[in-house]
């Protein structure tokens, strides 16, 4: 049974920074994800992509955050988190942290967590 915790988010004032943290586990495994990252959902919104981490270190960043927003993790460790800098009030929404499993060929989703921005 593979789980994704999610921790951080909360109120922030417009400007603000926030971290976001996340970890990744399953019962009798040792196994890494291959992608680990974080998408979002405004209300009245699709899910969007945010940033995610692949083994090996390479990173993608939706555009609305690039420059922003900074993810960094341990794909072998199963870990990562998200630094939220310069925070807009269009960054609130509930932010999930996400994983994919080469091994398993399929993807994980966290709980969510809440990021509030206000003006």
């Known amino acids: 049974q593979v789980r994704l915790v999610e921790s951080g988010g909360g109120l922030v004032q417009a400007g603000g920074s926030l971290r976001l943290s996340c970890v990744a586990s399953?019962?009798?495994?040792?196994?890494?994800?291959?992608?680990l990252g974080w998408h979002r959902q405004a209300p009245g919104r699709d899910r969007e992509l945010v940033a995610t981490l692949r083994r090996g270190g390479d990173t993608n960043y939706g555009d609305s955050v690039k420059g922003r927003f900074t993810i960094s993790g341990d794909n072998a460790k199963n870990t990562v988190s998200l630094q939220l800098n310069s925070l807009k009030v269009e960054d609130t929404g509930v932010y999930y942290c996400?994983?994919?499993?080469?091994?398993?060929?399929?993807?994980?989703w966290g709980q969510g967590t809440q990021v509030t921005v206000s003006s």
């Open positions: 399953w019962s009798g495994s040792t196994k890494s994800m291959y992608v």
């Open positions: 996400y994983g994919y499993s080469d091994w398993l060929g399929r993807e994980f």
